[in-house]
Each structure stands twice: as C-alpha cells, then as structure tokens.
C-alpha cells in the first residue's frame, strides 16, 4: 500500500534544477519545468535541441525550438547541464553534471560516457593567477562499417 503514496523528493534531479533556477532569480516558468522534465526524467542521457523538440510536441506542449535552444543554453549557462559540442554544427546536452568525459561515435551522432578516471591527463601547469575550471575531453572513433564496405 505504500508503495503507491508519492512523496516530494527534493533531491530528485528535476527538483534540484526548479531549486537552481530560483537560486539563480530565473522564474521556473511552465515551458521551463516541462523542458526540465523532459530532460531529467529519462535517465542519464546525451539529448539534442532538435530530438527534444520532438519530445516536447509529442507531449503536444507548445514551445518554439528557439524556446528549446535558449532554454539548453540558459541551463548550460547554470551549470544545469552540459553542452557538448560534436562538430561546428551539432551539439549534445548532457544531463549529467558530474565530472566525465565523452567518446563520440561520428558515424552514428552517439556519445557515450567515459569515466575521467579511465583517461589519464598529464596537464601542464598554470600560472598562479589562472584557476582551472572544467576539462572537456571528447574522444571521437568511428565504426567499422566503411572500413568493410570498401573491402568487398
Ligand atoms: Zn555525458
């Protein structure tokens, strides 16, 4: 029987963005929430502005991509998600926040996560007045198929 009563969570991912945003004096308008939703109620994903616009008018909310585009920017901004830029044209929200890096299969526009411990980093040193602040490490592979395309 209990299992049915809903509780507020406020640590699940969703709350914690409506908690940023107003920490931030950003209203959590209603095509922000839904946007937030959308992004955080699926799991750990890479999501682009384009497919979540298909989500978005698959739940028949009405909200413009360039709605959807400054909203992915806005969050990114905020430390909400992050942006990871695939090529000059493309970019991949990513809704994990925690420190990783990304392998980015070209040939079929995936990314998938690698564990920042999986990649040794031998970075230089800086000037003391220079503070680091975010490592970005996308590895990009391609798969087989060309390869045993032009062998036949
Ligand atoms: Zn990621």
Redesign the pocket.
Known sequence: MLKNIKTYNPLSDYNKVIKKLNNNGVRPTKQRMVLAKLLFEKG?R?VSAEDLYIEVRKEDRRISLATVYNTLKQFTKLGII?E?VVDQNKSLY?N?YKS?Y?LYIEDEGK?V?IPTENINLDLPSFPACLNLHNVDVIVRVRTLKDIIKKTN
């Open positions: 750990k890479h992050r990871v990513c994990d990783h990304h990314v996560d």
